[in-house]
């Protein structure tokens, strides 16, 4: 089997190590003996929903955004769109993510049009509004209730609409906008969240969610074997206590103290 990532936009969206998504997706597939490719798509560069299995856009700060916003709908936004429909995995983190809803409302400017992948809005409340900053905890139906860690970082405040669900509900952190206790969105195979972190490395159960997505869209049902994650584990348990002291985390086997 082979794993096609398409990574759009390196140079421009990726903060707080929003690479190592990629990096784990590679490794991950790897270490079970499955070959990967991944293409680098920036700024004017076209793309093809039948040339890759999983599509991943990471975040970026307003100005960033806007270049993205623009080629997205103009270049890239039909293959996309295409890629969703076939069940492909469209993987988009913060500023990546708000451009998958409709539209992205800055402090100040015009709108960023998104692609309406995802059924959700972001506003930003306005210059001098409180950002929503910090190590977040959220537990996803997804994963059996399993737990997300990461570190949010953004001024936008994202609702979703009927057309999308969340992708796990805030135990600690802002998530999509601080008050519904909603993080991320998902619908289909398209994944939008705020956890930066990067996301992956320590949220392993949910890299090989995807990886599996991935390759289903082309080689039907897959079945990953387990790895040894042990070092996953102790990454995820020691963010989530950070984020959460207390937590549910903390309190399996073998998490370790929050503070002495
Ligand atoms: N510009 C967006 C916001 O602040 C996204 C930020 C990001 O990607 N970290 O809402």
Request: charged share 25%.
């Amino acid at each position: 089997m082979e794993l096609r990532i398409c990574h759009l936009y390196p140079d421009l969206l990726n903060l707080y190590g929003d690479r190592g998504n990629i990096i784990t997706l590679i490794r991950r597939a790897r270490w079970r003996g499955i070959d990967v490719s991944v293409a680098e798509r920036p700024v004017g560069a076209s793309i093809a929903a039948e040339d890759c299995d999983l599509f991943f856009i990471g975040g970026g700060e307003d100005r960033q955004q806007r270049l993205a916003a623009e080629d997205l709908r103009v270049v890239k936004g039909d293959a996309l769109r295409e890629a969703a429909r076939a069940g492909k995995v469209v993987l988009a983190v913060c500023g990546g993510y708000q451009l998958l809803g409709h539209y992205y409302r800055p402090a100040e400017g015009e709108d960023l049009i998104g692609l309406g992948l995802l059924d959700l809005a972001t506003h930003h409340p306005g210059p001098g509004a409180r950002r929503l900053i910090g190590n977040i905890l959220i537990e996803s139906d997804l994963l059996g209730g399993r737990t997300l860690v990461g570190f949010e970082n953004h001024g936008g405040r994202t609702r979703l609409g009927p057309g999308a669900r969340p992708l796990g509900r805030v135990l600690a952190g802002f998530g999509n906008n601080g008050e519904d206790r909603c993080e991320g969105a998902v619908s289909g195979s398209v994944f939008g969240t705020y956890l930066h972190g990067p996301l992956l490395p320590k949220n392993p159960e949910f890299a090989d969610l995807l990886i599996a997505r991935a390759l289903a869209s082309r080689w039907g049902d897959v079945v990953l074997p387990p790895l040894n994650d042990a070092l996953e584990a102790t990454a995820h348990r020691a963010a989530a206590a950070r984020a959460h002291p207390g937590g549910p985390d903390s309190r399996r086997e073998g998490a370790p103290r929050a503070h002495a």
